[in-house]
């Protein structure tokens, strides 16, 4: 995985717009066995619950969290495999993994942490590691559990599922088993035994969206903060080091480790994840959050948006390879105005725990527009105009 540390390298700066035409897109077949993706299968279309009967039962909203008690995760796990906010590429669109990987033992039984009716079994894709339970809870929020083994799901809420009826369960009631992954990534040799969560509520709007899991559960054990890697400009998603012509924009690479909870694993600091939230300040203005992660940029549409956000060119996401490369000027508006000069940027990410990483660099575009960046200048923010960093790529 590739790491470029610069201290005086890339010609630097600009605000710029971003032209965010962004429209709710069908979900692709992808035409390979992806083990999160949910193949030709839409999972949800925004304002469209006729998609899947089941979503126009989800009443749960966003405003209800944080909930009183976090709940207990369905299995005990060794590490977190990815997150909501993971970029996915496996071929055919990339896209938002939009939900949360726990790694566990084959078979180990999966329980719902909280009561609820059991309101789908279904083999999404066909092939035996993609089936799902789905739940909606007692507070009108959708679980839906993936890779379960299908013969492992209890035989009366198979009975009563073949027969059209629903199936009650409380907190604590197991719900099938993990089945065997026979995949691993490149950088651990066990397999990826795992469970992939998805939960499913309404946003402010009443929109039907992926919630990020971990709003939900007991707190992870992360002590170790989120790293900001790189940085550089680019200009058509390609890195540039002259600003001259054409309307560019700022990227970071960005990456955080998730620890193992056992010992017997020695490879959890390879799983690298985004972090949770990745905000900015240019000239002391006041912070420009890019994202965070409690729901993803497009709802309930796990593709939308994961090349704008993203630097595809530059980003990885598979068995091989993990990298994460965001352009700071996602989602703003505008016109882009290359910016001669010295500017301060300072940049801040953090993870779920609250673990942070933040750096300022100097950015300098001198009268021939080309860029220079020096890293870890002290903060010296002042009142200055706020100068917005975009991109209409």
């Known amino acids: 995985m590739q790491k470029q540390n610069r201290f005086n390298l890339l010609p630097l700066l600009v605000a710029l717009i971003l032209v965010c035409t962004s429209c709710i897109n069908p979900q692709h077949d992808h035409g390979h066995a992806d083990h999160h993706h949910p193949v030709g299968r839409p999972v949800c279309g925004r304002g469209d619950p006729n998609l899947q009967p089941y979503l126009s039962q989800i009443t749960g909203s966003i405003t209800q969290l944080p909930l009183a008690e976090p709940l207990a995760h369905p299995h005990a796990y060794d590490i977190i495999g990815h997150t909501n906010a993971s970029y996915q590429w496996y071929g055919g669109e990339p896209y938002f993994h939009h939900g949360l990987d726990s790694r566990t033992t084959a078979n180990a039984q999966v329980r719902t942490p909280i009561a609820g009716t059991v309101v789908n079994i279904e083999n999404y894709v066909p092939n035996e590691l993609y089936w799902e339970v789905g739940i909606i809870d007692e507070n009108g929020f959708l679980w839906q559990y993936h890779h379960i083994d299908v013969n492992s799901i209890p035989a009366q ?113 390879e799983y690298i994840v985004p972090p949770h939230k990745i905000s900015y300040r240019l000239n002391g203005a006041e912070e420009v959050v890019v994202w965070e992660f409690n729901t993803l940029p497009g709802g309930c549409d796990f593709e939308q948006d994961a090349t704008d956000f993203y630097l595809e060119s530059q980003s990885c996401g598979d068995y091989d390879c993990r990298r994460f490369v965001v352009d700071l000027g996602y989602g703003q508006d505008g016109s882009a105005y290359p910016l001669s000069g010295e500017h301060v940027l300072a940049v801040s990410i953090a993870d779920f725990a609250g673990n942070t990483d ?8 001198d009268g021939e527009n080309n860029i220079f960046i020096d890293l870890n200048i002290p903060l010296t923010y002042s009142n200055s105009q706020f100068l917005p960093v975009v991109s209409n790529q």
């Open 157 to 269: 809420i198979q009975e009563n599922w073949n027969q059209g009826k629903t199936t009650e369960v409380e907190a604590g009631d197991v719900i099938g088993s993990v089945i065997a992954w026979p995949i691993n990534v490149s950088f651990d040799p066990e397999f990826f035994h795992h469970t992939h969560l998805n939960i499913l509520g309404r946003d402010e709007s009443g929109e039907v969206v992926f919630l990020n899991p971990l709003l939900f559960l007991e707190p992870i054990e992360d002590p170790i903060a989120p790293k900001i890697v790189d940085i550089g400009f680019h200009q058509n998603r390609a890195e540039i080091t002259n600003t001259s012509g054409a309307p560019y924009s700022i990227f970071v690479e960005v990456e955080d480790v998730i620890t193992e909870r056992t010992a017997d694993h020695n490879n959890g600091d």
């Open 358 to 365: 933040e750096r300022t660099y100097s950015l300098t575009i």
